[in-house]
Each structure stands twice: as C-alpha cells, then as structure tokens.
C-alpha cells in the first residue's frame, strides 16, 4: 500500500495537484467539526455487547482492535486500525491543514489520495459491526461512538464531495 502511495506521489503522469482550499469558515468549522467527532468517536463506547445474563461488555474501537488481536486475528485487528483509526486521522488532520494552511501540491496530491484511501472506513467499522453481532447469543446495543464516528464520517464526505469536485476544476 505505501509504495503505492508513494510511486502515485511521485509519479510526473500523475493527476495534477487539487487547488488550495477556499477559506471560508463553514469549510474550516465543518472539518474541525469532523476531526473532533472523530477523535470523541473512537475515544467513546460504541458498542454494548450482553452475552447471556452474566457476561457484559461496552467496547470502543481501540479496544475492540485489541481484543481482535488477542482473540487470535492480529492481522484483521492491523488491517481494520489501518483503514479505520491510521488512515481517517492522517487524512482528516491533512483537511484541517488544507483548510487552515497552505499545504504545497504535494501535499495536497497526497491528501487526496488519503482521501479515497480514507473511504475505506465505513467498510471497516461495518466489518467490525458484524463480527460482534455474530456471536453467539449476543445482544449488542450500539452507543454514542459509533454516532459520532458515523457524523463525522459524514462531514468527511462533504469534505471529500468538495476536493474532489475542486480537483476537477483545478
């Protein structure tokens, strides 16, 4: 994935780089607003898991990926931190960037590319989603992280709707 990443980077033939954002402050709160949600939604429970009567569980996303690895999957927990916490921060963190600096086209070519890496979130979080709720006999109630992650993944895609729709402009 990372070579890929970079030989698209680096790459002469590759897309032009989107133009620089638009300094307005719905486009600045709205990222901020993302970022937050974001951060607060991973930090959040998002599921409540009822096994039978005794066995009883809220999980955030952190530790969900830590019982995954401790369960037996290291390398489904790796994936889904990738694609759901690693990729969504570093590509959030470039929007707020993109929107309160000035990042060189470079930059802005690898947040885009962030960008349509970053999608692969809600695959995630929805692969995570199923893999708790096909255990057996649970009962799993979802709570107020998995609310924010899902509003901010929503103002990230105003964000993403914007850069690209500027990348074709530019």
């Known amino acids: 994935v990372s070579t890929v990443v970079l030989e698209r980077l680096s790459d002469a033939?590759?897309?032009?780089?989107?133009?620089?954002?638009?300094?307005?402050?719905?486009?600045?709160?709205?990222t901020l607003a993302a970022a937050a949600l974001f951060a607060l939604g991973l930090a959040l429970p998002i599921l409540d898991v009822e096994?039978?009567?005794w066995w009883d569980n809220r999980l955030n996303l952190p530790q969900a990926l830590?019982?995954?690895?401790?369960?037996?999957?290291p390398l489904l927990a790796a994936t889904v931190a990738l694609f759901v916490i690693a990729l969504p921060a570093a590509r959030?963190?470039?929007m707020v960037w993109?929107?309160?600096g000035a990042p060189a086209a470079r930059a802005r070519r690898a947040i885009a590319v962030l960008d349509k890496w970053a999608m692969l979130a809600v695959f995630g979080l929805a692969l995570l989603i199923v893999l708790v709720k096909i255990g057996d006999l649970a009962e799993v109630t979802t709570r107020v992280g998995l609310w924010l992650l899902l509003a901010a993944i929503a103002l990230s895609i105003v964000d993403s709707l914007r850069l690209q729709r500027g990348a074709r402009r530019g």
């Open 92 to 94: 959030m963190a470039g």
């Open 98 to 100: 993109w929107h309160w």
């Open 66 to 73: 830590a019982r995954l690895s401790r369960d037996g999957a």
């Open 51 to 53: 096994k039978w009567l």
């Open 13 to 30: 033939t590759a897309t032009a780089a989107p133009p620089p954002a638009r300094r307005s402050w719905p486009n600045r709160l709205r």
